[in-house]
């Protein structure tokens, strides 16, 4: 039976981390190994992380001498993993119970396969917000998955099971993306041939914060995001034409232009 590691990364969310990786400690099916890549917290995670590893021995850390960010914590991490197969997790998000049981049961039945499962959004303090139903992406064949991604950013499936070895053969994560890091890897995953099974479970808990993509402004997302495409533009145009690259680039325009519009309209209506 293929091995399988959980790759959490974390930086400064000791006030969640420990429901993140119990969560994966309390899985119905055995995660042969946890990673946790601490990206130089300075909030008491490391203390916590020592404790829970010295109590759980799946549990390996990683402490990063200095802030490296999402992207290379990620994939080094990722790399770092002994197992055959990989799954993601952030620091301050969790899994439902079932989420590797089901993936893998999903798995197995699709030979080269990447797993997944639905989401649910949650507030910071844990109350449900609401779920993402993402069995149609399963339907989708290899030119609809890549057409759909590289004009979403928020319907897609995340922290995925997969094949270490797939995401060596696509290079995985780049070092040089700040934001959208996961979004630009999806790009690519979904041009490879591979079958997206789902689980047919919510399988993560994902916690809206006050931090990360949400501190940044509109004009800092359409950077991040063409820096995303602009890596892949060779793959788009051979996979889906030159003309679908410029249009997921206008889109990528026409959601942050809406943003920025909304934004003023609210602080006119506060200025009143």
């Not at 001498?65 to 790399?79: P, S």
């Not at 759909?148 to 995340?158: F, G, H, Y």
């Not at 959601?255 to 934004?263: K, L």
């Amino acid at each position: 039976m293929p091995t399988i590691s959980c790759v959490i990364v974390s930086y400064n969310n000791e006030p969640f981390l420990a429901e993140a990786i119990l969560s994966v400690v309390n899985q119905t099916f055995p995660v042969n190994e946890i990673i946790v890549a601490d990206d130089g917290s300075t909030d008491g995670s490391r203390d916590l992380i020592t404790s829970l590893a010295h109590k759980y021995p799946q549990i390996q850390p990683i402490f990063r001498e200095k802030n490296l960010g999402v992207a290379t914590n990620r994939d080094l991490a990722i790399r770092a993993a002994k197992s055959e197969l990989i799954t993601t997790l952030d620091g301050d998000d969790w899994y439902s119970p079932q989420k590797i049981e089901q993936e893998f049961i999903a798995f197995s039945k699709h030979e080269n396969s990447i797993a997944y499962s639905d989401l649910c959004i949650v507030k910071r303090g844990g109350e449900q917000n609401h779920y993402l139903d993402l069995a149609f992406f399963s339907i989708f064949e290899q030119l609809q998955r890549l057409h759909w991604i590289i004009n979403n950013v928020v319907k897609l499936p995340r922290d995925m099971l997969f094949a270490k070895k797939l995401y060596l053969d696509v290079e995985g994560i780049k070092h040089s993306l700040k934001k959208y890091e996961d979004w630009e890897l999806k790009i690519r995953l979904a041009a490879c041939a591979n079958t997206w099974v789902h689980s047919g479970i919510v399988g993560i808990y994902y916690r809206k914060t006050n931090s990360g993509l949400s501190q940044d402004n509109s004009i800092r997302h359409i950077n991040y995001q063409y820096q995303a495409l602009r890596l892949n533009y060779k793959l788009i145009k051979d996979y889906l034409g030159e003309q679908e690259f410029w249009l997921a680039l206008t889109k990528v325009l026409w959601r942050t232009g809406r943003s920025v519009f909304g934004i003023r309209s609210k602080l006119r209506k506060l200025g009143r």
